[in-house]
């Protein structure tokens, strides 16, 4: 009796449950660690039973791992009473679907193949309800505003302990995260070595993510933060290093910068930025990052005396190139009849007719006409001249 008593949950306060389809064997053994997939749909309570959100209808079942701090933990519960194969429909109370908004945007998220933590500020999930005035899903906004009770059917599919699964970053508790950054570490060097570039930047990525996930839940700028953003660093030049190989130049300035701001001291990320700005021409900014390199740490002279030779040789070339490509551009023109600039000015002033500017309120007679005109076009011509000479002087100086 008591073994259909917690399969039903009778005992815990604020759900009802219903199976509706009967699962094999006996309920699996949840413990710390244990992953399980399942496929779900969520309904509210209305006459319609409307469903909110269903993982069949995306296609991908869920994934959680036990004690991984998964913000609807009643879920752990709910799983934990249900047999492989059983399908279950759990009515749960508003103590229990407070948060379920703040879950949905984040899976719903995941679904549409976007970041589904990046929209969040570090605080923790009650925070960051009242941080934002909507989740972007006019449903989830209701339910947000006014939670309600709802019904939640599962599906379980399966249940895997710790050591029968391998477990990627995000399965991982912050003790387990810090173990695998050294091992990541070490995986990312080796394949560097062997010049697998996109495959050694992905490791230093995971190990990372991993720095970063621990490090949200330090105080900032506090001893234990700094030790874990210096490492995080380590390993994002490690990363730019990487980028650098794969000819990902901006990407490189990027993630360098973002470092240089937060730690100006940084040798390295000076020397990287370095690097990727002279591989886009951007000599300048080239020459004072290395230049910054040398203020840092002078022992790196030989490696930024290097550089700067491979720059001022580049440079160089790609002077001769653009002075080669202007003058072949101005013997383009002369080719095209450009030279000839006192016939294209002059063909510019058309002539004007005897008496075209004769108006009937100051009538003169031919004679008049003809000498004012004269007169108009020597002036006219002194200007030609004079813009021809200008011209002219403006076209050798540019030679």
Known sequence: MSDLQDALLVSTEGIKKTILHGGTGDIPKFSTGTKVTFHFRTQLCDEERTVIDDSKVVGTPMEIVVGNMFKMDIWETLLASMRLEEVAEFWCDTVHTGVYPLVAKSMRRIAEGKDPVEWQVHTCGMANMFAYHSLGYSDLDELMKEPKPLYFVFELIRVQQPNEYNRESWALND?????????????????????????????????????????????????????????????????????????????????????????????????LRGKAHKEVWNEA??????????EFDPGMKKAVKKELAVLNMRMEEKNQEDRQNGANKSDSRMEDGEGDEEERIAGCVPDCPAGAHQTPEHARSQEESEVIWNHLNKNVKKVIASMINLNRSTRASTV
């Not at 506090?222 to 995080?232: A, F, G, N, Q």
């Not at 660093?233 to 901006?250: G, K, P």
């Open 175 to 271: 003790e387990e995260r810090l173990k695998m950054v050294p091992v990541l570490h070490g995986q990312g060097n080796k394949l560097y070595k062997q010049g697998h570039y996109p495959e050694a930047g992905q490791k230093y990525k995971e190990a990372i993510i991993c720095l970063k996930n621990i490090q949200t839940k330090e105080k900032a700028w506090e001893v234990p933060w700094l030790k874990l953003e210096k490492m995080s660093n380590t390993l994002t030049l490690n990363y730019c290093q990487c980028l650098l190989c794969m000819e990902e130049y901006y990407e490189v300035i990027e993630h360098t910068s973002d470092i240089i701001n937060q730690h100006p001291g940084v040798a390295k990320a000076y020397y």
């Open 285 to 294: 900014e080239a020459r004072q990052d290395f230049n910054r390199v040398l």
